[in-house]
């Protein structure tokens, strides 16, 4: 009863973790600190995950990542539009490298697949990250958009460890930890405790 109860609750706030940053976009119009490049990369990682969650059967997995896969699509259109990206520049690469990764998944097995998938994600995070460090403006940025991504990826990995799914035990580790960071780091920057390095160099 845990395992279901734990299951989807991570599922239910995957679903939703994503709505507060397509909120944040859609009502402020600006995409100032947020990396195009990691929501490629998250593109293909919702690919992937949802995939995943067909190949091996677990709803909880397929549904949210169903769900995170249309407001990343809404995001990189957002991105696209405000950047002045071609469509195949942005939808392509994420789109190839998470059906890769569900190839993998095929292929070689679930913990092949973790690490697979687990990249894109992880360069994501360590992409946004980045961003979060050089660029002056992070107005785009939904701090609770980052910090349900937080919770739910502990979410996750309590629900991988009890149920030994050793593909999300894999991917939910790394990427608690580096969610957390890119959370740590935005409140400091809007708290004004940092500034970013380009701010910096400039001044």
Do not use: Y
Not at 26 to 34: H, Q
Not at 43 to 61: D, F, R, Y
Not at 138 to 151: K, Q, R
Not at 186 to 193: D, E, I, S
């Amino acid at each position: 009863m845990l395992v279901v109860a734990l299951g989807w609750a991570a599922a239910t706030l995957a679903s939703i973790a994503a709505l507060p940053q397509v909120i944040k976009l859609l009502r402020s119009g600006t995409t100032a600190g947020i990396s195009l490049n990691a929501w490629r990369l998250m593109l293909a990682a919702n690919v992937a995950w949802t995939g995943h969650g067909v190949v091996t059967g677990h709803l909880n997995i397929v549904i949210p990542n169903a769900l995170l896969l249309l407001c990343t699509l809404v995001i990189l259109f957002r991105l696209r539009s405000d950047r002045g990206v071609s469509w195949v520049a942005t939808f392509g690469p994420g789109l190839v490298l998470g059906l890769l990764n569900l190839g993998i998944n095929v292929a070689f097995g679930p913990v092949a697949f973790a690490i697979a998938a687990g990249i894109p994600s992880a360069c994501a995070q360590v992409i946004q990250f980045h961003e979060l460090l050089l660029t002056p403006r992070i107005a785009g940025i939904s701090l609770p958009f980052l910090a349900m991504n937080t919770v739910n990826q502990t979410f996750w990995l309590g629900w991988a460890l009890l149920v030994d799914e050793q593909s999300v035990i894999l991917a939910a580790s790394v990427m608690s930890v580096l969610m957390c960071i890119n959370l740590t780091w935005c409140l400091l920057r809007r708290h004004g405790l940092v500034r970013a390095r380009l701010a910096l160099i400039s001044a």
